[in-house]
């Protein structure tokens, strides 16, 4: 290091740390002394004792050539139900832990998981992927040769169509993980579906995409050709590493923002033509049923939604005293975008008060938000959060809601949650209706 390097550094250091002094002392005067919100005790004396980690060797690195959590961690798992799924669980959903989650990114063995016909194990070596339709080149790739075209990385939530979907009537799970699991974030790498395009050549005809899985369920979805030249992606890094087999892997088709059952997993054939396929997932099933007795069809983007994390029913405020601090935690998505705003409710949605964006805000993608909150005992709170995003829409209450879809549909519910905290702490799920 130069002379004059080491004094800049050191100058900037220095400055550093007046930043940091002048700030705590501002934040503790208008905090009046209450900023740090834990639980102070004198007289605990386990630091006291010498721990039997401390006195013995740990394991050797040739233990965990893959690491995994640690033991203590062991009830941050997804979880099944029953719903939606065969007897035997091969058609079966499992959710996200989202109230343990931090962040926005979710760990590859937490990402939920949905599949028609069982988690598909493909031997990449006899992986091919076929291009077929109005193109001017058809072709059949290996997973090498997709891999050697121009890759990109982004960051994407994947949020089936039907999160939620049971709560159209009533608060069915007293739970986060049940009642928001059915989605989703990682980092994904692949290629976009247009620079492939660019080498094969499109025809000006062309109006949709067919993506077909090669798993049993046949999984086969029509796609407008505009969402593909946009940034419809053939992914297969997940977080750093290679797609997890309940996520497609070796390839999927990731559509940022659009619900996850358009988001074709094994993918096999990728087919260009002037008109969609009515394939049984876009016919029978992805379809909303109105009031009227019509059901919309073709259902794209997931609207703008939110969630309270913590507290949550599985994060209660348990040890919390009068006048502490609580940061109140969230996350926000929009598959039309970025999100703007988040506002949260204390009352069950009459008054709104607006929640600070945390981290990263990205579009189409989880966004984390914050609210820091003095918690007085003996309250009893209505905790509801409403989004906004930047093409600017904003949640519906669920009276709102319900009086444009009724209560049929399970696709597509985005009206704003409430949790009710107990005067003891407790959070239940409830529903807020006028
Ligand atoms: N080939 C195939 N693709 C599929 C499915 C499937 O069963 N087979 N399930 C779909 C559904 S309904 C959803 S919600 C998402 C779930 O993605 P995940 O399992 O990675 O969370 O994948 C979609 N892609
Ligand atoms: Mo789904």
Redesign the pocket.
């Known amino acids: 290091m130069t002379k004059m390097n080491q004094k800049s550094k050191k100058s900037l250091e220095s400055k550093s740390r007046r930043d940091f002094f002048k700030k705590t002392s501002v934040l503790s005067v208008a905090a009046a002394g209450t900023l740090v919100p834990v639980v102070l005790s004198a007289d605990d004396q386990a630091i006291m004792h010498h721990t039997k980690w401390g006195q013995s060797w740990g394991d050797a690195v040739t233990k965990n050539l893959y690491g995994i959590p640690s033991a203590y961690e062991h009830n941050n798992t997804r979880r099944y139900t029953k719903l939606l799924a065969s007897g035997n669980y091969r058609?079966s959903?499992a959710v996200t832990p989202i109230h343990e989650s931090e962040g926005i990114i979710t760990p590859n063995g937490l990402?939920?998981?949905?599949?028609?016909?069982g988690t598909?194990h493909i031997d990449p070596n006899e992986f091919r992927l076929m291009i077929t339709g109005l193109v001017d080149k058809e072709i059949v790739l290996t997973l090498d040769q997709l891999k050697r075209y121009p890759s990109v990385t982004r960051t994407h939530f994947?949020?089936?169509?039907?999160n939620g979907g049971q709560e159209w009537r009533r608060p069915q799970y007293n739970s986060l993980q049940f009642a928001k699991g059915?989605?989703?974030c990682a980092e994904w790498t692949g290629v976009y579906i247009k620079t492939i395009l660019e080498d094969l050549g499109l025809s000006s005809k062309v109006q949709w995409m067919l993506a077909?899985?090669?798993?049993n369920?046949?999984?086969g979805r029509s796609v407008p050709i505009d969402k593909i030249l946009d940034d419809a992606m053939i992914v297969w890094g997940q977080n750093g590493e290679a797609l997890?087999p309940?996520?497609?892997y070796p390839v999927?088709?990731l559509l940022p923002g659009w619900?996850?059952?358009?988001?074709?997993?094994?993918?096999k054939r990728l087919d260009f033509s002037e008109e969609p396929w009515f394939a049984k997932?876009e016919t029978s099933k992805?379809t909303a049923l109105k009031p009227d007795g019509k059901a919309i069809q073709h259902f794209y983007a997931n609207e703008v939604n939110s969630t309270v994390v913590s507290p949550s029913p599985e994060k209660p405020w348990k040890d919390l005293k009068d006048g502490d601090v609580v940061e109140i935690q969230g996350l926000a998505w929009s598959g039309m975008g970025t999100i703007t705003t988040v506002d949260l409710s204390f009352d069950g949605g009459k008054n709104y008060v607006e929640a600070s964006l945390k981290g990263l805000v990205l579009p189409k993608c989880w966004t984390r938000w914050s609210y820091i909150h003095t918690y007085k005992k003996g309250d009893k709170l209505l905790l509801t959060s409403r989004a906004m995003d930047d093409a600017g829409f904003i949640q519906p209450t669920i009276d709102q809601e319900v009086s444009v879809m009724g209560v049929e549909s399970i696709y597509h519910r985005n009206a704003v949650e409430t949790w009710e905290v107990t005067e003891n702490g407790e959070v239940n799920h409830v529903q807020i209706r006028s």
């Open positions: 058609a959903i990402f939920f998981s949905r599949s028609h016909g598909a994947i949020e089936c169509p039907a059915f989605m989703a077909e899985g090669s798993d369920s046949e999984m997890r309940e996520q497609g999927r088709l619900e996850g059952n358009l988001c074709v997993k094994w993918l997932e992805y």
